[in-house]
């Protein structure tokens, strides 16, 4: 009679994935041991003898890094495989070969998908929310805290039997169609708009420099003085690119994270160093006197 894995035991493994997956996290295997840790119910419920799961587990403990909410389509895929070794119909060099290969697609969708798209997008609507409801500040707040897993879950979860039902095949199949490269870049050009929307939003940059001179106008007995402004260099840039500053600094903390290898750390401190210097500079020339 073929082995088959019970409904049962696909939850465990997918929880224990969805959980778990970056507690293990470190340089050696990456996201390995967590990997380990979701097909473990799996080979429980498919081998029989000790030296069968212990043979399986250690290919599952191996390096092994992805996103890991689109990352689950990853384990679905190794269920299936599992269960068709069980079954005689797969070699364990196979299981191996498919983990290995999985990792740089399934990041780059991941990636693309969730960090760079629904992430922002979601966090733009929460915070819209919180910005226009001055009295319930708190609501954007906890529509991210329920929204972001309710959605994380539902999304790994039908990627996970999506894995499992197609298994390879299905994976196959899409990538050989082109399908998965045009929806990669689809979804990456998606995350730039939304990334630069969420730019001139929510990032804040001014340029606190201005040239006034006093005006004396006498009005009946009374000498009334106003100030003019002759320069003002936030009129003057935004009015050849609006948002340019923000944009500027957005670029710049990109550019030293993603090529300098800077930390988040050392960026904050240098956007602090910044503020105090433009704050210093906006009341020495009397802009925020």
């Known amino acids: 009679m073929a082995k088959k894995i019970s409904e049962k035991t696909l939850k465990k493994s997918f929880f224990n994935w969805f959980f778990w997956n970056g507690c293990s996290q470190q340089a050696e295997s990456m996201l390995g041991m967590a990997f380990g840790q979701s097909m ?3 080979i429980e419920e ?5 030296e069968e799961r212990a043979a399986a587990l250690n290919r599952h403990i191996t ?3 992805t996103e890991s909410q689109v990352g689950s389509i990853c384990n679905g895929i190794t269920c299936a495989l599992e269960e068709a070794n069980a079954n005689g119909q797969c070699t364990p060099e196979v299981i191996e070969s498919v983990k290995v290969a999985l990792i740089g697609p399934t990041s ?3 990636d693309s998908l969730w960090v760079a798209t629904i992430i922002p997008i979601l966090l733009t609507v929460c915070l819209s929310i919180s910005e226009a409801a001055a009295g319930a500040a708190w609501a954007g707040a906890l529509l991210y ?4 897993p309710s959605l994380t879950c539902l ?3 039908k990627l996970f039997k ?4 197609s298994g390879l095949e299905g994976l196959q199949t899409m990538m050989a169609s082109g399908k998965l490269d045009h929806l990669t870049d689809t979804l990456s050009l998606v995350g730039l708009i939304v990334t630069g929307a969420l730019t001139a939003s929510f990032v804040s940059c001014s340029l606190p420099i201005q040239i006034t001179k006093t005006v004396v106008d006498y009005t009946g007995a009374d000498l009334v003085e106003t100030t003019a402004v002759l320069f003002n260099a936030d009129n003057m840039l935004n009015g050849i690119f609006p948002k340019i500053l923000p944009l500027g600094l957005t670029l710049l903390v990109y550019y030293l994270y993603s090529k300098k290898k800077w930390s988040p750390l050392k960026l904050m401190g240098l956007i602090l160093v910044m503020a105090l210097v ?3 500079l906006g009341f020495a020339t009397g802009v925020y006197a």
């Open 278 to 280: 433009l704050t210093g």
């Open 162 to 165: 999506l894995g499992y039902k």
């Open 40 to 42: 473990a119910p799996v």
């Open 63 to 65: 390096l092994f890094n």
């Open 108 to 110: 780059a969708i991941g």
């Open 145 to 148: 805290l329920v929204a972001y």
């Open 155 to 157: 999304l790994s979860w």
């Open 46 to 50: 498919l081998y029989d003898t000790k």
